[in-house]
């Protein structure tokens, strides 16, 4: 009788222990690992997202050179466009003046909404090279949508003058240009 006695209290002492330890134990671990597993998956999606800007700021620079900018910007605009079945479909394109942006267009198209948006999407993705600036969607003549785009293409950094004055050098302007009136 002592004997079986002995054992209940021994089973009864190693079902507390697992109860008590083991079992929230085991229930950290596997918190623990879903919360290592979710953050990981955030980490790889910050990465991709990270990637994703990375290229876009990329491909959005023109080449230097205004004609090449301005034609870059041209083949942008051909590039979507290209296989839809537009009607009316208008491209113009110039140099940007001195500054950031490296040329400016404006897209003018007339077709069905899904062809008109599947164009803008295409100039709204990284790889186009463009950032748009204004989209409008208006009723054309019959049962058509005219699609008017106006984009911009922005110049390397290196290409950017960084100067107030034309032909200075930033550190020029400030002891040059403005001497006489600060001793007024």
Known sequence: MTRRLAAALVLLAALGVHLGLA?????????AREEFARLREER?????????????????????????????????FLGAVEGLPLKAVRISAEAGRHGVVAARGRLTAEGGQADLLRAAGKLAEASSGVLLENVRLAEAPGDDLRLEIEAFSVRAPADVSTSAFRGQAPADVSTSAFRGQARR
């Open 23 to 31: 079992a929230p134990a085991r229930r950290q671990r596997d918190e």
């Open 44 to 76: 790889e999606r910050l990465r991709a997202q990270a990637a994703r800007l990375q290229g876009r700021a990329a491909s959005a620079r023109a080449p230097s050179g205004d004609a090449e900018a301005v034609r870059a910007l041209r083949l942008s």
